[in-house]
T-cell receptor, first 113, second 112 residues
Framework: GNSVTQMEGPVTLSEEAFLTINCTYTATGYPSLFWYVQYPGEGLQLLLKATKADDKGSNKGFEATYRKETTSFHLEKGSVQVSDSAVYFCALTQNTGGFKTIFGAGTRLFVKA | KAGVTQTPRYLIKTRGQQVTLSCSPISGHRSVSWYQQTPGQGLQFLFEYFSETQRNKGNFPGRFSGRQFSNSRSEMNVSTLELGDSALYLC???????????FGPGTRLLVL
């Protein structure tokens, strides 16, 4: 079945450090890929998405590229801020006669000032 | 435009009881999905409804059921509650297939 694997956390970085959160997936066909973020005390919200191979999603300085050859969708940011502290979820959505979203386990990011 | 709303926000039940959770999607969104979030299992897909029809279902026992009304509002029911059903239940809506999902704040269920 479909699955999403993302690096375990927590990840602790200093402000202005470079961030990478790895995400790989297993799926048949051509899923859409997403990164969602859950800030402390808030609901889940979309960070970025990519719907086909080689697409790059970007938002708020975060980027991820849909790599079909490596089945990956790694999240990167060049310079993190304290306000980026949150839990990040990689997810895929596939049309199986209705759609179904599979989430990774989530990676908690702490950014220190 | 109002976001996805879920009621109630918090709920305490005892084992063996049943519970109904409600979700109102964003206006114009016809697809509603439900998820269970727990520290141990993370976010797990329960089911998805589109135009009052369940199109997809996750790997949960039959105690978990749902429905969608003609105005796209959805309800989720859990019967014969177990301690392990304690979780945050999230609802998400979207316009259609593989569109961006917008999540509600969730209903936190505690089963004692």
């Amino acid at each position: 079945g479909n699955s999403v694997t993302q690096m375990e956390g927590p990840v602790t970085l200093s402000e202005e450090a470079f961030l990478t959160i790895n995400c790989t997936y297993t799926a048949t066909g051509y899923p859409s890929l997403f990164w969602y973020v859950q800030y402390p005390g808030e609901g889940l919200q979309l960070l970025l998405k990519a719907t086909k191979a080689d697409d790059k999603g970007s938002n708020k300085g975060f980027e991820a590229t849909y790599r079909k050859e490596t089945t990956s969708f790694h999240l990167e940011k060049g310079s993190v801020q304290v306000s980026d502290s949150a839990v990040y979820f990689c997810a895929l959505t596939q049309n199986t006669g209705g759609f179904k979203t599979i989430f990774g386990a989530g990676t908690r990011l702490f950014v220190k000032a | 435009k109002a976001g996805v709303t879920q009621t109630p926000r918090y709920l305490i039940k005892t084992r063996g009881q049943q519970v109904t959770l409600s979700c109102s999607p964003i206006s114009g969104h016809r697809s509603v999905s439900w998820y269970q979030q727990t520290p141990g299992q993370g976010l797990q897909f329960l089911f998805e409804y589109f135009s009052e029809t369940q199109r997809n279902k996750g790997n949960f026992p039959g105690r978990f059921s749902g429905r969608q009304f003609s105005n796209s509002r959805s309800e989720m029911n859990v019967s014969t509650l177990e301690l392990g059903d304690s979780a945050l239940y999230l609802c998400a809506s979207s316009r259609g297939q593989q569109e961006t999902q917008y999540f509600g704040p969730g209903t936190r269920l505690l089963v004692l």
